[in-house]
Every structure is written in C-alpha cells, then in structure tokens.
C-alpha cells in the first residue's frame, strides 16, 4: 500500500474526528482543521474532542489546530468534512495553503442549493491544483466508527487509481473502504438519503409502525436511484456498492441518526425550525438540503413524489395528513 505521509481533514465535528482516528492507523501525519478554539484546547489539554465526540482519545499522531496553514501544508490529501453551504467559500479560502497534486476528499453529505453544484465539482472548481476529486460514504455513525465497531465506506474520485490509494489509507480491521468510479452514484446517494431518512422519522413520529414505515423506505431508495439515474449515475452502483444501501437503511433506522431524528420531530407536530432546535445546535442535512427534489422534478423532470411531499411539509405548506396522502399515493 502507498502510504500517504500527512493526510489533514478539514471540520473538527464528530465525523471529522472520527476519520481522523481511523486515518491515523495508517498515516504518520495526521492533521484537522477546527472552526472552534473549545475543541483545539479540549484535544490539546485531554486528547478528547470533548465538545463533539466525548470520551473518545484522539491518537498522538493526530493534531488539531484552528490554523489552515499549518493544518494543510504538505497534505498529500485533504478530507472535507462541513456542511455543504460551506464548502465553496471554505475550500476558497484555503485553496491557498494546498499542495499541487494533492487529493481533494468529500465526506460531507448534499448538493449546492441555487448551483446544484456536487461536492466534487465544488473541490474541483474552488482547488484547480488538486490532482483528483471525490467523495466517501457509507453506513457510518461516527460515535461506532471512532469505537472501531465494524463499518464499511465507498470512496468515488475521478481517478481510478487515485480511489484505490485512498481507500487503501482509510482501510482497517474494523472500516473497510471500496474504490468506485462512480463519483455521481455516491454524492447522490449521500444527498438524497437524509431526505429519506426524514420521511423515515415522519413515519416513527406519527405511530405507523414497521409496514408503513417500510414502504417509505423502499420507495425513498426508488426515488434516490432515479434523481442518480438522471444524472448519469452507474445502474449497478446501486445494487453492488452495500455501502450505498447500507448508508440509506442506517441514516433512515439508527436512533442516533439527526436526520431520522429530526423527521421523527415534524410527525409529531413541530415545525422545521422547532424540530432543528432540537439538535442543539448540530446539523440536519436533510432539512438544510431539502429543495434538492425541486431541482430534480423542475430541470430533470424526475418526479420525487416523498421527498418532494416532505419539502412542502418543512415549508409549512401542507398538513402532516397531507404529506402522509402524497407520500403513499
């Protein structure tokens, strides 16, 4: 395996530690990039991401530092893990500290609301040194992860050769990494899922049960395949990547998932605003990404009668019966 010597990860949150740990296994140097002083002095002070992932030690190898320069310099691969309304103006920004030729790596989740730009055509855009662009996902709860249970990822770039380098770097005993060429199968999957994963909440929120709440999925996976299918998407991916799958069924049915959560939240009444408080501050990709369907039905003509039934529920615009009747009709 071609190790990589320093790898840095941009996004401090659960998941950026997260990966950190599980990259530390295999590369000398590993680097993160945190928004917050808290969780630089938190891992500095107690080697604990106290702030979001508590009770977990950071490995040795593992630095964390609110200074891009310093965090970036010589990474021969860059890991960005943010939510997507930052990641334009923050690989921008820090397009200026990265090597030529280093490896630009999504492992945030969703589309570019108003561009309907994929991650890796915003790395790509914002990077022009960057050798190769992409993303990784799977059925991966940070938490699980950083514990070293049992997990699996996909990782698609543009590079076959590339992908296989990267997902050798992230593999262990216990996360198992794929290549993939199909970068649009994957950052589809990864946007579209948490919107599934609401309706799969909605379900738990008003009391259907298991046979409703199946359907919903099931139809939820239809309607990601068909957005990816417009795309371009690879037919097979769906089908012979379990990561793709796996990321779906684990986003829609883990108690610890935001998305499911939150969803669960808007069958019980409570509007998006009041269901994001819930979180305490943390993200709901699915809420924050929702009008991903409009784009789909208006420029695609892909018709995503769930997720497009929970964007107006999140918008006000109809009752939870209503949402409920479209969903299932």
Not at 249 to 275: F, I, Q, V, W, Y
Request: charged share 20%; hydrophobic share 45%.
């Amino acid at each position: 395996m071609a190790k990589f010597q320093k790898v840095a990860v941009v996004g401090a949150g659960a998941w950026g530690s997260a990966l950190s740990i599980i990259l530390s296994k295999n590369v000398e140097n590993v680097t993160v990039w945190a928004r917050e002083t808290e969780v630089v002095d938190s891992v500095k002070n107690i080697r604990e991401n106290s702030m979001f992932l508590p009770n977990i030690k950071i490995p040795e190898n593992v630095v964390f530092s609110n200074d891009p320069a310093l965090v970036l310099d010589k990474a021969e691969m860059v890991v960005w893990v943010m939510p997507i309304q930052y990641l334009t103006s923050t690989a921008k920004n820090f397009s200026q500290y990265i090597a030529d030729g280093a490896i630009m790596i999504n492992a945030g989740k969703g589309i570019e609301i108003g561009s309907w730009k994929r991650p890796s055509h915003i790395l790509k855009d914002a990077i022009p040194q960057a050798k190769s662009c992409g993303s990784i996902m799977g059925p991966n709860i940070a938490f699980e992860v950083a514990l070293g249970k049992y997990a699996e990822a996909v990782v698609a770039l543009d590079s076959h050769s590339d992908a296989v380098q990267v997902a050798e770097n992230f593999t262990t005993n216990s996360f198992k990494v794929r290549a993939t060429d199909d970068v649009v199968g994957v950052e589809i999957g990864a946007a579209l899922k948490n919107i599934v994963a609401l309706a799969a909440g909605f379900c738990d929120g008003m009391n259907l049960g298991a046979n409703t709440k199946s359907i919903v999925m099931a139809r939820g996976f239809q309607e990601i395949y068909r957005a990816a299918a417009s795309l371009g998407a690879w037919s097979d991916s769906f089908v012979k990547e379990s990561a793709i799958l796996g990321d779906v069924l684990t986003t829609c049915m883990s108690p610890d998932s935001r998305n499911r959560r939150t969803g669960e939240e808007l069958g019980k009444g409570l509007d998006a605003d009041s269901a994001q408080k819930k979180l305490n501050g943390r993200v709901c990709a699915g809420l924050e990404t929702i009008q991903i369907c409009r784009m789909f039905e208006n420029l695609h003509h892909v018709r995503l009668p769930i997720m497009t039934a929970l964007c107006d529920l999140s918008e006000g615009k109809i009752s939870r019966q209503e949402c409920l009747e479209r969903m299932l009709g």
